[in-house]
């Protein structure tokens, strides 16, 4: 099939955000937006999160990627950066899926990491849409312990060896500073976002999530943390699909690294669902 | 798999060691003796060792000492996990 690719910039409040559109060059049967890991781990999934949108666009997705305010190439600081200003960047980026591919072919939201952390915001204005997720977190929280890890490691690595213990860290947050981790600036207003915002889907979500786990010893069982969420969505009478990947962790290996499983089967689930729908339609008759 | 085996597992996949890590020896030296240990593979091998044990760690009893080596990792590891 051929893919058609297109780059361009989304005009978002104060900036242009960096986009890049793939899709077949024929008729497009599902329209997917993906939702970017958070800083160094989306710059070391660049080549994945590319590799995977061709791959879904060859079997007939839309697929949108946008680098968000003040991250990548798109413009304006990361230190102004907000939760309320991706989720912005976001639906912009929904509405322009929609405009060109029309409203009523299904969206999928694809959340890497952090970037799952996101979904909720856009479920809420959008309840039928899918999710597949790749690796998620759960918790802002466990990014943010994340990020102050990195920085208090980054201490201890320097030249004095003197480490600045993560709660110390974080009363510098709290107390109104900026912290810069990997180079990126981490203001007080996105530490206070990233602390309140959890993986939890609003109760009017009616889509179908599909969920894959990476790791190189992954066994057939998800993480414990994982667990109990997906048994936690079940009970709520939605379908999960859940699948471990054996691979590397290319979101945040030193090196540059490929899971091409994960992306067969993310092909997978995702056509299986379109071509089927809901399985719990099904439990439920 | 035992705790060291799954430390080294967890070590050849965030620094990217292609199997080097199996090969590793207790004494073998971590912290400013592998150039891949970098700041943000210190926070995920933290990260991917809590996730592996289904531990907590507490970044206050996280210091140069706890990364000296793969045997002082792996002595940590065994601590929180009372093995």
Redesign the interface.
């Known amino acids: 099939m051929t893919i058609v690719q297109e780059v361009f910039s989304l005009p978002v409040d104060g900036a242009d955000c960096f986009c890049i559109y793939r899709a077949p060059a024929d008729h497009v049967t599902g329209i997917v937006l993906h939702l970017p890991a958070f800083a160094?781990e989306m710059n070391k999934s660049r080549a994945m999160t590319a590799r995977a949108a061709r791959a879904l666009a060859a079997c007939g997705f839309g697929v949108l990627q946008i680098d968000l305010l003040g991250c990548g190439d798109s413009g304006g600081e990361h230190k102004d950066a907000t939760y309320a200003a991706w989720t912005d960047n976001l639906l912009r980026a929904v509405d322009w899926l929609r405009r060109r591919n029309g409203p009523s072919v299904g969206l999928w939201l694809w959340g890497l990491r952090a970037g799952a952390l996101l979904a909720p915001n856009i479920v809420a204005r959008f309840p039928t849409a899918s999710l597949l997720l790749w690796q998620p977190m759960l918790s802002g929280t466990q990014l943010l312990?994340?990020?102050?890890?990195?920085?208090?490691?980054?201490d201890?690595?320097g030249p004095g060896?003197d480490?600045t213990?993560?709660?110390a860290l974080r009363e510098r947050l709290l107390a109104g500073e900026a912290l810069e981790v990997?180079g990126y600036a981490i203001s007080p207003a996105l530490a206070s976002d990233l602390a309140e915002q959890t993986f939890a889907l609003p109760e009017s979500f009616r889509g179908m999530i599909a969920w894959f786990e990476v790791?190189?010893?992954a066994s057939g069982a998800p993480?414990?943390?994982a667990r109990g969420r997906i048994e936690a969505l079940r009970s709520a009478g939605l379908s999960v699909d859940v699948r471990t990947i054996q691979g590397?962790?290319f979101w945040?290996?030193?090196?540059i690294?490929r899971c091409e499983a994960l992306i067969e089967s993310s092909v997978d689930a995702m056509e299986t669902m379109r071509t089927h729908g809901l399985s719990r339609d099904t439990v439920i008759l | 798999?035992n705790t060291r085996n799954?430390v080294l597992?967890?070590l050849?996949?965030?620094?990217?060691l292609k199997g080097r890590a199996a090969g590793f020896r207790d004494d073998m030296p971590l912290?400013?003796s592998l150039p891949?240990l970098?700041?943000?593979?210190?926070?995920?091998v933290?990260?991917?060792l809590e996730?592996?044990f289904?531990i907590t760690i507490d970044?206050?009893d996280i210091?140069?000492s706890t990364f000296a080596t793969v045997g002082s990792l792996v002595r940590y590891v065994n601590g929180k996990t009372g093995a």
């Open positions: 160094d312990n994340h990020l102050l890890r990195q920085k208090s490691a980054a201890m690595l060896g480490r213990s993560t709660s990997g790791g190189p010893g993480p414990p943390a590397p962790g945040q290996s030193v090196e690294e | 798999m799954q597992s967890v050849d996949d965030v620094l990217s912290l400013g891949e970098d700041s943000m593979a210190v926070a995920s933290l990260a991917s996730e592996r289904g970044d206050d210091d140069g």
